[in-house]
């Protein structure tokens, strides 16, 4: 099991946080963005504007650079931070580029900001994100203005009282084929060792109390779409 609490998981040692172009509010995203000294910042290519306008320095930029608002121009040559430009036409997204960055420098705990706003076929290339990073031992969390998701397999995850307030939605959908065992404790609705079907969705719309909340998923995967996460 493992607890996400404000904008981290309770006990990690480091995290990758990687920043996209999608469209999101920068001053909610200085807000949100925490960096320790062991954490990996990259910038997948737009994402070096939301940074440099929050103040924050990445330590790689990579992508095809087509999404930089000032790229015209652009001079990287006194930069603090490493680049790693991609050609304009290539099978990984900028996205998944700073993934692969991420793992092959050690991380397993990544956040990843700028990748719910904006184009949705970039959305769903993004939640496709969290299942690569599954299939390889690592965990996502995609956070937005107002929403974050996760992807949980065989597993439980635990939102401690406050994590979010009273009334604010949670939604689970079975991901990848059916979800088995699922139980959902602490909130309005409560599940209790059932299956979660891929075609039905019946996870939507269940709401925190105030209380701690836990969701599990005993044999399958589980996408969870969390609103209002503190």
């Not at 430009?85 to 991380?107: F, H, N, S, V």
């Not at 995609?142 to 995850?157: A, H, P, S, Y």
Request: glycine content about 12%.
């Amino acid at each position: 099991m493992f607890q996400f609490v404000m904008g981290k998981w309770v006990g990690s040692v480091k995290k990758c946080v990687i920043v996209g172009a999608g469209m999101c509010d920068a001053q909610r995203l200085k807000r949100q963005i925490t960096l320790d000294e062991n954490d990996l910042c990259i910038a997948a290519d737009g994402g070096l504007d939301y940074l440099t306008a929050i103040g924050l320095m990445p330590d790689l930029v990579i992508g095809d650079m087509d999404s930089l608002e000032h790229k015209e121009g652009l001079d990287f040559s006194h930069a603090d931070f490493r680049i790693k430009r991609l050609p304009y036409e290539k099978d990984d997204t900028d996205m998944l580029a700073a993934i692969k960055e991420g793992l092959a420098a050690g991380y397993r705990q990544f956040m990843l900001y700028g990748a719910l706003g904006g184009r949705f076929d970039h959305i769903i290339a993004n939640i496709q994100c969290l299942l690569y990073l599954s299939n390889r031992g690592a965990k996502g969390v995609l956070v937005g203005d107002d929403v974050t998701l996760m992807l949980i397999r065989n597993e439980k995850v635990d939102f401690p009282a406050g994590s979010a307030e009273a009334g604010n939605r949670i939604s689970v959908f079975a991901f990848g084929g059916d979800a088995h065992g699922v139980s959902e404790k602490g909130l309005k609705y409560l599940l209790d060792d059932v299956t979660v079907k891929l075609e039905f969705p019946i996870g939507v719309s269940n709401e925190f109390i105030g209380e701690d909340a836990e969701i599990e998923v005993k044999d399958g995967m589980l996408l969870l779409c969390v609103e209002g996460l503190r």
